[in-house]
């Protein structure tokens, strides 16, 4: 393994004279954060010549390849930063083989960044309940992890569903009794959602709840079913969902915003399922299930599912944008006044090669069991894919609009727009063609821009 000062110290040192000498300097070497989690790799570097493009890429490729473009990574990855102040890749919805070792590289006229120089190691990981035994009648409890942690994070201990205790250490701070009741849960703070499932200290009978999924992400206007198993040591007295964001849990099903949306399935020690249909955006939320006993309550801080709904309304004033658009070409497709903007599924597109434009089917969050994207030209099916971006550039054409959908959702496809884009200052407008009419803003800074 290299020593990263050594390795910047040769490549600078070498008949380089002063501070401006190529290097990459990176922030972390190593770094280990959980499953589902969102993660920033950062490094800053700085080119003797005026540098032409950058990108990260994965070091077991046998070929850099920019992480924007695979299919790996689609909808998950983005660049942020800065020349000579420090450059981010950030990786959402964080999957165990996304564990590798991540590299920057850049390029001018006449230099690039060498592939083979050490970057970052990133490793991903899960959360689980060590039991061992302690005295008699005792049992020890430890959060493990595959690798350890970065940033020295706090420890949340739940107990049949409640908040227990919260430490820096990973080992529970008092030995426990080995009773055939009691479940304990560990999670980190800050990613409470992301907990380890709830273990026995004692037997196979304890209560309990495990959740299908931790996060979910769907089109707004669809059906989802949340749903987990449970066990009770005593016979199940009742039993609900509710949202974790009101101050006292509250049956969906007397919930009047869930009136005729809601529905329960399920059997105890199978799944139960919650189901809410002609989702809405303000339905995103943690969802929580707990049940009775005549004895007992499952504690309601003990954190679920969250369920986000891609897709927002809103409204512009389109007569005040009409001297920022530089070429309105595209004007005779959109209308004056008040226009709806509807976001589901949008459109995005961005520049590639000359008179060539990249569509990338985007939504707020990522979509849940990777979906099939379906798209669509001048109305018409043209292509499926597991991916988010279209396979290939399209050319710019301004009689041609573009839309997506997912596989199984026809029907909430996106706006269509035009392929053709238009900047003046800091505006950018994608008008909208046929019924669906939309706009898409995004405002420029230095670097890619922020989408609105």
């Known amino acids: 393994e290299y020593n ?23 922030t972390k070497r190593r770094i280990c954060v959980l499953k589902e989690s969102t993660v920033d790799i ?21 070929t850099p390849e920019d992480l924007t473009t695979d ?8 660049y942020t930063g800065t020349y000579r102040s420090p450059s981010y890749l950030r990786i959402t919805d964080l999957r165990e083989e996304d564990s590798a070792e991540y590299r920057f590289t850049f390029k001018t006229d ?21 039991v061992t035994p302690a005295a008699e009648g005792q049992k020890t409890l430890t959060c493990i992890t595959t690798c350890t942690l970065t940033d020295n994070p706090t420890y949340i201990w739940y107990k049949n569903g409640q908040h227990l205790d919260e430490s820096t250490s990973p080992q529970y701070k008092d030995p426990v009794s080995d009773d055939y009741e009691d479940s304990y849960s560990c999670a980190v703070k800050g990613h409470e959602d992301l907990h380890s499932p709830a273990v026995c200290v004692q037997g196979q009978s304890c209560n309990r709840v495990t959740y299908t999924k931790r996060r979910i992400c769907v089109l707004k206007e669809s059906t989802v079913d949340i749903s ?89 004033n389109h007569n005040e944008l009409q001297e920022k658009i530089y070429e309105p070409s595209c004007q005779h497709r959109g209308v004056c006044g008040f226009m709806h903007i509807v976001s589901g599924l949008q459109v995005k597109v961005t520049p590639a090669a000359e008179g060539q434009n990249t569509l990338t089917c985007s939504t707020t969050c990522t979509l849940t069991d990777n979906p099939t ?19 290939d550039p399209v050319s710019s054409n301004y009689e041609d609009s573009y839309s997506c959908a997912v596989k199984g959702h026809e029907d909430l496809h996106s706006p269509a ?36």
């Open 110 to 130: 006449n230099f690039e960044w060498g592939h083979s120089f050490p970057g970052t190691t990133l490793s991903v990981t899960g959360l689980q309940v060590k």
């Open 373 to 391: 994207y379906i798209w669509y030209k001048n109305g018409q099916h043209l292509d499926e894919s597991t991916s988010p971006q279209y396979k």
């Open 4 to 26: 990263l000062v050594d390795l910047l110290l040769c490549h600078c040192v070498s008949g380089v004279q002063g501070q401006s000498c190529n290097r990459v300097t990176y």
């Open 71 to 78: 299919p790996g990574y689609a909808g998950r990855v983005e």
């Open 228 to 316: 987990c198993t449970y066990v009770g040591y005593y016979s199940t007295t009742s039993s609900f969902w509710f949202r974790s964001d009101k101050s006292t849990p509250e049956d969906l099903t007397t919930n009047p915003g869930y009136a005729g949306r809601v529905e329960y399935t399920g059997t105890y020690r199978g799944p139960f399922t919650l189901r809410i249909t002609d989702l809405r955006e303000e339905d995103s939320a943690g969802y929580r299930f707990t049940f009775k006993a005549d004895n007992f309550d499952w504690g309601h801080s003990f954190p679920g599912t969250t369920l986000s709904v891609t897709g927002n309304t809103t409204t512009v």
């Open 417 to 452: 727009v035009c392929e053709c884009l238009f900047i003046k200052g800091q505006i950018e407008i994608y008008w909208g063609t046929g019924q669906d009419w939309s706009s898409k803003f995004k405002i420029f800074s230095h670097d890619p821009p922020l989408v609105l």
């Open 42 to 62: 950062s490094c800053i570097y700085v080119g003797y010549y005026s540098t032409t493009s950058s990108f990260w890429f994965r070091s077991d490729k046998s």
